[in-house]
């Protein structure tokens, strides 16, 4: 539960110097030669991580049934008079988001965000901070059988302005994950492009958001198994594979960790040149471009027969596979595991790029209402 007072923030993993709000003053001569950054003490740190703990809890709290983040305008002065009006602006949607979720018939009682400083650097009167935050929200109980918890990491980068009373003032916020924003954030602005390059591929059917009356039945049968991807899914949402490559910042690690799962769970390699879709395949070094692209693993798996387009995304089950389209370009931009269902149809799905555990559909729906979605039986 987060209390009304910041709550001490772990700061590890620095690894480049800053300076103090009290050693920003400099010498007379500093306008004729480029400010370096200096080392800080400890305690210029844990405000950086202050700082990014009370904006990114208040956006977390939002959404807490029962509770409300406070005024961000009123009740957060180390925030610049843009940013305020951004944040005031931010929790507005949030809001917004909490009222649609109840509609899909969910709801949370805690919150809970811890914010890691990664790496902080200050050049003269300017800082510029990357956190790592870890946000779990506790589902709450309207059917019974919902997980305990969800829960996100988020990585965060930061500007800040140095005050004349030796403090700092936060000027910016912004995401560095390329997946869905984690329900605790804002939708970003901006749209992607799709090149054309004449070819046709075979890019599936969408399929419906509505819900259905009555919940499809489990998957039985199969080829696979299915909660062998869930497991290694729940393993590995967070604490990545060492026997893999990352692909965070060439793209997003979505469909490099589901292929992950998907071979965890017995699908086979199909062998052959790597930039032909139609294979799908990793050697320990190497990997098809099918393995970690989102199209590509979507061309591969419908033209293989891998995995079939359902019709609609609450008949998703264990170990099955959702995409998305953000702005419907007609290019998929994220790919999903579900690693656990309840009784009542619901699917929760984990992913890398945001890393993401037990988000339940209803979340994603909430948060991406517009969007296109295609499932995939496997």
Known sequence: MISKRCRPAVVAGLTVAVMSGSTLAYSAHADTAPAAPRKADRETVDTFARIAEDVLSRR??????????????????????????DEAAALKSLRARKSRLAQLGEAYTDADTRVVVDRATV?????????????????KKLRGDEPRTTAFSTRQELKLTGTSGGG???????SRDTGPVAVVEPLAAGTKTVKDDGKQYPDGTPASTKVPTSPTPRKTGGSYD??????????????????????NGAGGDCTNFLSQALKA??????PGSASDYRNWWHDGTRQSTSWVGTNEWA???LSNRRAPNLTNVYQLDVGDVLQMDFDKNGS???????????????PYLTYHSTDTYRRSLASIIASYPTARYFAYRT
Do not use: C
Request: charge should be positive; avoid cysteine; hydrophobic fraction near 35%.
């Open 168 to 174: 700092w003032e936060l000027t910016s916020i912004a």
């Open 265 to 270: 769970g017995g699908w086979k390699h199909v």
């Open 299 to 301: 061309w591969f798996t």
């Open 226 to 247: 299915y909660a062998a991807m869930a497991r290694y899914a729940e393993k590995y949402w967070r604490d990545y594979n060492p026997a893999y490559a990352r692909f």
């Open 123 to 139: 050049t003269g009167r300017t800082a510029t901070v990357q956190v790592t935050a870890s946000s779990t929200l506790t589902y």
């Open 332 to 346: 998929k931009d994220h790919s999903m595991l579900v690693s656990y269902r309840n009784s009542r149809g619901m």
């Open 60 to 85: 977390a709290e939002t959404l807490v049934q029962g509770r409300g983040a406070k005024d961000a305008g009123a009740s957060t002065p180390h925030l610049s008079q843009r940013l305020k009006k």
